[in-house]
């Protein structure tokens, strides 16, 4: 089982560009998240789905997208990168009651 | 809505010895999970340790344990013997058990103490 997979590890964008951040489990897992860790801040939700074809925004959605077209796929895309989406991005997935399974993360900086 | 606060920023302890960090949380629930989960240095997030509220018996992993108090709203993490393998940060997190009230199982976290482990 590779569990959460997350691609790139590491990416640098220039203000304005798009790019998207890719999360596959292989769980089965219906429910998937999308956080960012700032520094001092923990982790902050931008968008969440419970299913192929539903997803909901979290608390900071704002210069985010999303889309969840099978179970096992939850990209996030940003349009228009600004350094205030300079982050580390976790993808996690959980099949309810239980515990989160995590992606290793993406270093983005947005320069 | 949920919150969960975890009021140590960092802390420190000697090689062999005895740390707790703290958590309180805020919720209406009466059903919930609450989570410990470690971040070293490598980024990944580890699953430390879970507790049901529904659960009296407080979860203990090997050299970790929690103490659950349900009705304070408080469940700190106890690191016993500790090792330098356990310096990372530490993120306390909440989510409930019955999907209700617009709460689809959201996963809310602490914002994390940073644990050091001097030899």
């Known amino acids: 089982n590779a569990g959460v997979t997350q691609t790139p590890k590491f990416r640098i964008l220039k203000i304005g560009q798009s790019m998207t951040l890719q999360c596959t489990q292989d769980m089965n897992h219906n429910y998937m998240y999308w956080y960012r860790q700032d520094p001092g801040m923990g982790l902050k939700l931008i968008y969440y789905s419970v299913g192929a074809g539903i997803t909901d925004k979290g608390e900071v959605p704002n210069g985010y997208n999303v889309s969840r077209s099978t179970t096992e796929d939850f990209p996030l895309r940003l349009e228009l990168a600004a350094p205030s989406q300079t982050s580390v991005y976790f993808c996690?997935?959980?099949?309810?009651?239980?515990?989160?399974?995590f992606g290793q993360g993406t270093r983005l900086t947005v320069v | 809505a949920q919150t969960v606060t975890q009021s140590q920023p960092e802390m420190s302890v000697q090689e062999a010895e005895t740390v707790t960090l703290s958590c309180t949380y805020d919720t209406s629930e009466s059903d919930y999970y609450l989570f410990w989960y470690k971040q070293p240095p490598s980024r990944q997030m580890i699953l430390v340790i879970r507790?049901?509220?529904?659960?009296?018996q407080n979860a203990t992993e090997n050299r970790f344990s929690v103490n659950f108090q349900k009705a304070a709203k408080s469940f700190s993490l106890k690191i016993s013997d500790s090792q330098l393998g356990d310096a990372a940060m530490y993120f306390c997190?909440?989510?409930?058990?019955?999907?209700?009230?617009?709460?689809?199982?959201?996963?809310?976290f602490g914002k994390g103490t940073l644990l050091t482990v001097n030899p």
């Open positions: 996690a997935s959980t099949q309810p009651p239980f515990e989160a399974f």
């Open positions: 507790q049901e509220a529904y659960k009296q």
């Open positions: 997190a909440y989510r409930p058990i019955i999907n209700s009230g617009g709460s689809n199982y959201k996963l809310t």
